[in-house]
């Protein structure tokens, strides 16, 4: 497609509920990001994978964040019994190699109630 | 302390003014300075991109890096309405140069 695309735009899961959060990056891009944007902050990196392969996962916050990128194409974040400080928007970003030429989706908002 | 300091504003000036955008960082292993814009509900838009220090200019945009002073400067000339949105400032460096740092952003509104 023309951009990043994430889904769904909005989530509302009650404590304790997993979550799966869809990222369809840029087609042909090899490099795909996740962050993590609290209301009022900037983006907090979670997450890189080049192709299929997670290289960095040193910004999830515990281990009930958990990313997938099987194919090399589409990614999955997934957060297991998500608890309120979860709620934040989840940004995916994908770039054709190395920091330029990253695009962001317009990304997903989760309210754990 | 934030790495990476930036004022949220929010910062309210006329249509036509000149708009400085400002961010200070604590990282001297820093090379790479972006400044995105985001919109309400939408994500981060890419605006400029320097490396290491010096000025780039892109139409009415302006991007300045000061590395001595760990400073970061975004100037909008001929400010429009559409430009109200957040602004937030990026920056990573040679070891891992695609773990962006950012700024809180700072929100700003161009009266018609």
């Known amino acids: 497609g023309a951009g990043v695309s994430q889904s769904p735009r909005y989530k509302v899961a009650k404590r304790g509920q997993d979550v799966a959060l869809r990222c369809d990056p840029i087609?042909?891009?090899?490099?795909l990001f996740w962050y993590q944007q609290a209301l009022g902050q900037g983006p907090e990196f979670l997450t890189y994978?080049?192709?299929?392969?997670?290289?960095?996962k040193s910004g999830l916050p515990s281990d009930r964040f958990f990313a997938e990128r099987p194919e090399g194409s589409v990614s999955t974040l997934k957060i297991q019994r998500t608890q309120q400080e979860d709620s934040a928007v989840y940004l995916c970003?994908?770039?054709?190699?190395?920091?330029?030429?990253?695009?962001f989706g317009s990304g997903t908002r989760l309210t754990v109630v | 302390q934030k790495e990476v300091e930036q004022d949220p504003g929010p910062l309210s000036v006329p249509e036509g003014a000149i708009v400085s955008l400002n961010c200070t960082y604590s990282?001297?292993?820093?090379?790479?300075f972006m400044w995105y814009r985001q919109y309400s509900r939408k994500g981060p838009e890419l605006l400029m991109y320097?490396?290491?220090?010096g000025n780039k200019e892109d139409g009415r945009f302006t991007a300045q890096v000061d590395k001595s002073s760990k400073y970061i400067s975004l100037f909008i000339r001929d400010s429009q309405p559409s430009d109200s949105a957040t602004y937030l400032c990026?920056?990573?460096?040679?070891?891992?140069?695609?773990?962006?740092?950012f700024g809180s952003g700072t929100r700003l509104l161009v009266r018609p």
């Open positions: 990026a920056m990573s460096g040679t070891d891992s140069s695609y773990k962006l740092i």
């Open positions: 320097t490396y290491s220090s």
């Open positions: 087609s042909g891009h090899v490099s």
């Open positions: 990282n001297s292993a820093f090379q790479y």
């Open positions: 994978f080049q192709n299929e392969a997670q290289l960095d």
């Open positions: 970003a994908s770039s054709p190699t190395g920091i330029y030429g990253y695009t």
